[in-house]
């Protein structure tokens, strides 16, 4: 079935370093793809979105390529910050008869000062 | 624009009992989907309504019900509690069915149901 695998966590940066989330999705139907972000005790906020093949996606210095050549997303900061420590969530559409949303398993990104 | 309302924040319950989560969409929005958030499962999907009618479930047993109002609000009800269902429950809003592509979902804070 349709699924998503991110990059297992934790991921630990110091302040102003490079992000890299990666994110790979089963290449079935043509599905839309996003990040979402979830600080603790908190519910899911979306990050960005691409909707078909070579979308970029861009959001608070946050950017994800839809790559359908790697069936990739990869999410990237160039500067992260202290304010970024959250788990983030890669998702795409179902296809199919199912019509939600597939998460990946999220990756947790600790950012210190 | 206020966003996705869930209520209560956190319920706790005994097994055996039953509950019921409710959901406030976004004003416009009539989609609304649940999801059930664990450590171990991650988020997996309950079930999607648009427009009053069940368009999607996911792979829960029939303890887990729910249904939307005329009004786009939902309500999802888990009967004989079992302590795997402890979880963050999330619901979810967006203008069209998620089957459309695109139409990004926006999530509530979600309901902490702990079961004892």
């Known amino acids: 079935g349709d699924s998503v695998t991110q990059m297992e966590g934790p991921v630990t940066l110091s302040e102003e370093a490079f992000l890299t989330i990666n994110c790979t999705y089963t290449?079935?139907?043509?599905?839309?793809l996003f990040w979402y972000v979830q600080y603790p005790g908190e519910g899911l906020q979306l990050l960005l979105k691409?909707?078909?093949?070579?979308d970029k996606g861009s959001n608070k210095g946050f950017e994800a390529t839809y790559r359908k050549e790697t069936t990739s997303f990869h999410l990237e900061k160039g500067s992260v910050q202290v304010s970024d420590s959250a788990v983030y969530f890669c998702?795409?559409?179902?296809?199919?008869?199912?019509?939600?949303?597939?998460f990946g398993k999220g990756t947790k990104l600790s950012v210190k000062p | 624009k206020a966003g996705v309302t869930q209520t209560p924040r956190y319920l706790i319950k005994t097994r055996g009992q039953q509950v019921t989560l409710s959901c406030s969409p976004i004003?416009?929005?009539?989609?609304v989907s649940w999801y059930q958030q664990t450590p171990g499962q991650g988020l997996q999907f309950l079930f999607e309504y648009f427009s009053e009618t069940q368009r999607n479930k996911g792979n829960f047993p029939g303890r887990f019900s729910g249904r939307q109002f005329s009004n786009s609000r939902s309500e999802m009800n888990v009967s004989t509690l079992e302590l795997g269902d402890s979880a963050l429950y999330l619901c979810a809003s967006s203008f069209y069915p998620t089957d459309r592509g695109g139409y990004e979902q926006y999530f509530g804070p979600g309901t902490r149901l702990t079961v004892t």
């Open positions: 998702a795409r559409t179902s296809g199919g008869s199912q019509g939600n949303l597939i």
């Open positions: 691409a909707t078909k093949a070579d």
């Open positions: 290449a079935t139907g043509y599905p839309s």
């Open positions: 004003s416009g929005h009539r989609s």
